[in-house]
C-alpha cells in the first residue's frame, strides 16, 4: 500500500515509535511506619495530603493518599511491598523543571523521616535556576491562586 502521508521538508523526521502515554515517575521515597492515626496525621498535616483511610468493601488498587503538586503533578501515598513499608512516589503528565522535581523530593523526604529515621534526605539545592522558577506546593499554591481569583472579581 503506499505511503499517503504528507511528503517531510528537510530536516523533519516521522516519529516511529508512538508518543509515551501515561504519568512519568519523578522519584520514590520509601519509609517504614505502622502508619497509626498519629502518623496519617503528621503526614496529612506536613504534605498538605488529602487522605482516603476509610475501610474499602474490597481490596483497591488505588493510592491511600494524594498531594497536588501543580497541575500536571502530584505525589501518591502507596502501599509498599511489605506490610509496615510504604512508598511516596511524584508522578506527572508533563515535563518539570529539575529544580521544581528536588524540591518536591526534599519536601517528601523530609515529610517520610518525620515517620521513620532512617529516610535518607536529599541535599538542599543552593541556587534557584532562573530559567524554572519555583512554583507553590499545596496549600500555599491554593492560597496563591484564590487570592488572583479575589482580585480579579474585586472581592
Not at 508522578?91 to 522535581?101: E, G, I
Amino acid at each position: 500500500m503506499p505511503d499517503t502521508r504528507a511528503p517531510l521538508s528537510v530536516g523533519q523526521e516521522r516519529m516511529s515509535s508512538p508518543q509515551r502515554r501515561g504519568p512519568a515517575t519523578l522519584f520514590e521515597v520509601s519509609f517504614a511506619s505502622a502508619m497509626s492515626d498519629s502518623d496519617l496525621a503528621l503526614l496529612a498535616r506536613t504534605l498538605d495530603m488529602t487522605l482516603h483511610t476509610y475501610p474499602k468493601l474490597r481490596p483497591s488498587p488505588a493510592s491511600p493518599g494524594i498531594v497536588r503538586l501543580d497541575h500536571y503533578s502530584g505525589l501518591f501515598l502507596k502501599h509498599g511491598a511489605v506490610e509496615g513499608q510504604w512508598v511516596l512516589e511524584a508522578r506527572t503528565w508533563d515535563h518539570t523543571a529539575p529544580q521544581n522535581t528536588h524540591e518536591w523530593h526534599v519536601l517528601a523526604a523530609g515529610a517520610a523521616r518525620l515517620l521513620d529515621a532512617g529516610v535518607a534526605c536529599p541535599e538542599r539545592l543552593a541556587a534557584v535556576s532562573p530559567e524554572h522558577p519555583m512554583r507553590p506546593v499545596g496549600r500555599a499554591a491554593n492560597k496563591r491562586l484564590s487570592r488572583i481569583g479575589r482580585r480579579i472579581l474585586g472581592l
